[in-house]
């Protein structure tokens, strides 16, 4: 029998999927132009994503995110053979402009599996942010993921 999905491709800005075995799927389309659909059983929580009253303003890493991945070393293209440790470095730099840095880390174990739209990634037990808590053997397994460029 398959597993329930729920699919978060119209969602707006930055979130993580903690990967538990709860008997749902969550998706997105991922990689840039090549449109992948990307599934990881658990639970999405969105991340860091603000709406600015006064200027009418988007404010989300996604936007920084996805200018990279557009940009000159993939120009769309998704980074679908995996990212490196350049890329690493990149995406470490923005996610720590939004104070994400001590609960998020890049497995770069699985770098390979890791593109546009979908990082696979670390989850630290940082106590200083209370979005999460309660869960056994940090850090978790997840994804760092937020709306494809295409």
């Known amino acids: ?6 699919n978060i491709w119209d969602s707006v800005g930055l979130g993580i999927i903690i990967e538990l075995p709860i008997g749902i799927m969550i998706a997105n389309q991922t990689g840039g132009t090549a449109c992948l659909y990307s599934t990881c059983e658990g ?3 969105p991340l860091a994503n603000d709406y600015n009253e006064e200027t009418k303003e988007f ?3 996604e936007i920084e995110l996805s200018n990279y991945f557009q940009g000159v070393k993939y120009k769309g293209n998704g980074a679908i053979k995996g990212i490196d440790l350049e890329d690493v470095k990149k995406i470490n730099a923005i996610i720590n402009k939004s ?3 001590k609960l998020i880390e890049i497995d770069v174990e ?3 599996e890791s593109h546009e739209a979908w990082i696979r ?3 630290n037990d940082d106590k200083n942010t209370q979005l999460i808590s309660g869960f056994e053997n940090y850090p978790l397994n997840g994804v760092l993921t937020w709306a494809n460029s295409d």
Do not use: H, Q
Request: no cysteine.
């Open 59 to 61: 404010l989300s890493p």
């Open 121 to 123: 990634i670390k989850i």
């Open 43 to 45: 639970t999405f929580l």
């Open 110 to 112: 699985r770098l390979e």
């Open 99 to 101: 104070g994400l840095n």
């Open 1 to 6: 029998m398959s597993k329930p999905v729920v």
